[in-house]
């Protein structure tokens, strides 16, 4: 079965604070691919990144950072010195490579405070 | 802006009736899918068209279709309504059909079932 598990439901933390957000996947697939996306209030969803099951290095932008590894199955998103526009749900998902549907996992409410 | 239209924003309409949602992708995608994301249910697909013929199917119930058209536009229909069906749909596009292109999506058609 695939599935991805995003254990936090909700996090809170003070603005400038890191923030880490987890992600856990299943699945029997060799080749695969993993996305954040991001829901703000106004309900849109914005993508962030995507990987693939081949490329586990490590990915920077501005202040956002994901860590894939692979043996754990983990594709987890750091914000770094959050900021109250950061507030909002954040949805991990993974792709299968053979079919262009997500599945994603239940998501993640992350709420910065001034 | 993803690029990617859907309309309405908004539509309330009573249990046993019909709806459709209309969806533009982005110019020069090719495919489009249908999630529902309810509250129970989180964000679930439902339908990925091609180039206008269905490619995947996920868990969408047998009084929902959808069809592509020529022109890549793609409309999702709703038939008797139940107030179970309450929920956001989007539509997202992609360049292909496989799970390795970032599918970018539009700002859902809210449905209200009274």
């Known amino acids: 079965a695939q599935k991805v598990t995003q254990a936090q439901t909700e996090i809170s933390v003070v603005e400038k604070e890191d923030v880490t957000l987890d992600c856990v996947y299943e699945?029997?697939?060799?080749?695969?691919?993993l996305f954040w996306y991001k829901q703000p209030p106004s309900g849109e969803l914005v993508f962030l990144i995507r990987r693939n099951s081949f490329d586990e290095q490590n990915e920077i932008s501005g202040r956002y950072s994901w860590n894939f590894q692979k043996s754990t199955s983990s594709f987890n998103f750091t914000i770094t010195a959050s900021q109250v526009v950061d507030s909002a749900v954040y949805f991990c998902?993974?792709?299968?490579?053979?079919?262009?549907?997500?599945?994603f996992g239940q998501g993640t409410t992350l709420q910065v405070k001034p | 802006d993803s690029g990617v239209t859907q309309t309405p924003k908004h539509l309330i309409t009573a249990t046993g009736q019909r709806v459709t949602l209309r969806c533009s992708p982005r110019?020069?995608?090719?495919?489009v899918y249908w999630y529902q994301q309810s509250l129970d249910q989180g964000l679930q697909f439902l339908i990925q068209y091609y180039n206008g013929e269905e490619r995947a199917k996920g868990n969408i119930l047998e009084r929902f279709s959808a069809q592509q058209f020529p022109d890549l536009h793609s409309e999702l229909n709703l038939s008797s309504l139940e107030l179970g069906d309450s929920a956001l749909y989007f539509c997202a596009s992609s360049a292909w059909t496989g799970g390795i292109n970032e599918q970018f999506f539009g700002p859902g058609t809210r449905l209200t079932v009274l």
């Open positions: 998902a993974l792709g299968p490579s053979n079919t262009g549907k997500l599945i």
């Open positions: 110019s020069g995608d090719l495919s």
């Open positions: 699945t029997r697939d060799t080749t695969y691919y």
